[in-house]
T-cell receptor, first 111, second 115 residues
Framework: KAGVTQTPRYLIKTRGQQVTLSCSPISGHRSVSWYQQTPGQGLQFLFEYFSETQRNKGNFPGRFSGRQFSNSRSEMNVSTLELGDSALYLC??????????FGPGTRLTVT | QQQVKQSPQSLIVQKGGISIINCAYENTAFDYFPWYQQFPGKGPALLIAIRPDVSEKKEGRFTISFNKSAKQFSLHIMDSQPGDSATYFCAASIGSGGSNYKLTFGKGTLLTVNP
């Protein structure tokens, strides 16, 4: 099976802009989670979707949002970008309880 | 509030040695404890995981030891190899109430195995 894919892999944006990141889960996986990884804060949970519904949300401002489509593919959006949003954004998919498989991430740089 | 504390931050081991990384958690509702391995430029890869009903789980050179009363768990890498050089993350999650898929991670340990 193909792994989790994320596009784009690298992105450079300017403060104030918005960005959309995409994630395609492993075939058959219905849950998609998003994480932010930074050197200072480590890996932090953003939100999780299952069957197009957000089931869990982390402690991030409302500028961070996401959605899931009927084919389980997911997107996350960050509006009004700030310098502190520069990070590696990771998507993980899951089929069975708990086990999550991560994609390679999207490296977002905000200038 | 850091719910999963990981130590050490970095670790240098000689080839063939044993690498030991420790984690402690606070939330007694956690019931799933995975370890992830991450190489530069890659996403974390699930290495091994344990549930609190067992005290030890072994897969190849990797062993998780779990101490429920102390709320601690650790990863042992036997016969460490230079290819094991990576960042290792412990994590924890809760299995009920829709929180199944929210992992709380430790800060990570950068392991370097010298040849």
């Amino acid at each position: 099976k193909a792994g989790v894919t994320q596009t784009p892999r690298y992105l450079i944006k300017t403060r104030g802009q918005q960005v959309t990141l995409s994630c395609s889960p492993i075939s058959g996986h219905r849950s998609v989670s998003w994480y932010q990884q930074t050197p200072g804060q480590g890996l932090q949970f953003l939100f999780e979707y299952f069957s197009e519904t957000q089931r869990n949300k982390g402690n991030f401002p409302g500028r961070f949002s996401g959605r899931q489509f009927s084919n389980s593919r997911s997107e996350m959006n960050v509006s009004t970008l700030e310098l502190g949003d520069s990070a590696l954004y990771l998507c993980a998919s899951s089929q069975t309880l708990h086990e999550q498989y991560f994609g390679p991430g999207t490296r977002l740089t905000v200038t | 509030q850091q719910q999963v504390k990981q130590s050490p931050q970095s670790l240098i081991v000689q080839k063939g040695g044993i690498s030991i990384i420790n984690c402690a958690y606070e939330n007694t509702a956690f019931d799933y404890f995975p370890w992830y391995q991450q190489f530069p430029g890659k996403g974390p890869a699930l290495l091994i995981a344990i549930r609190p009903d067992v005290s030890e789980k072994k897969e190849g050179r990797f062993t998780i030891s779990f101490n429920k009363s102390a709320k601690q768990f650790s990863l042992h890498i036997m016969d460490s190899q230079p290819g094991d050089s990576a960042t290792y993350f412990c994590a924890a999650s809760i299995g009920s109430g829709g929180s199944n898929y929210k992992l709380t991670f430790g800060k990570g340990t950068l392991l370097t195995v010298n040849p």
